[in-house]
Nanobody, 124 residues
Framework: QVRLVESGGGSVQAGESLRLSCAVS????????VGWFRQAPGKEREGVAS???????KYADSVKGRFTISKDNAKNILYLQMNSLRPDDTAEYYC??????????????????WGQGTQVTVSS
């Protein structure tokens, strides 16, 4: 059974940092395309960052230079380091995994497995 469990969300002030973690079980992270997505109230889910087996990454324009996606293959954990947080980063954040791919993707239709989400709230 594939399971993804996010943690690390919380409430912070603008300009502060958070690191989200996603513990993956049931699949080997190193062979998968994985990503982070977010959904704010009243908005569609959007891709934030994605990483594939060779370490190639892709970021949404809104987070480039502020967020960093990484993974620990030995621990099977995916991370999202979020710096310089802004109020418009407030959302429920989800990690997701797909099959093997050579290309990172921010398209949520490309992902099969999803976590339950963790809330990030940034106040001004």
């Amino acid at each position: 059974q594939v399971r993804l469990v996010e943690s690390g969300g919380g409430s912070v002030q603008a300009g502060e940092s958070l690191r989200l973690s996603c513990a993956v079980s049931g699949v080997t992270l190193s062979f998968r395309r994985v990503g982070w997505f977010r959904q704010a109230p009243g908005k569609e889910r959007e891709g934030v960052a994605s990483i594939v087996s060779d370490g190639s990454t892709k970021y949404a324009d809104s987070v480039k230079g502020r967020f960093t996606i990484s993974k620990d293959n030995a621990k099977n954990i995916l991370y999202l380091q979020m710096n310089s947080l802004r109020p418009d980063d407030t959302a429920e954040y989800y990690c997701a995994a797909s099959g093997w791919s050579s290309a990172p993707s921010l398209d949520n239709s490309q992902y099969r497995y999803w976590g339950q989400g963790t809330q990030v709230t940034v106040s001004s």
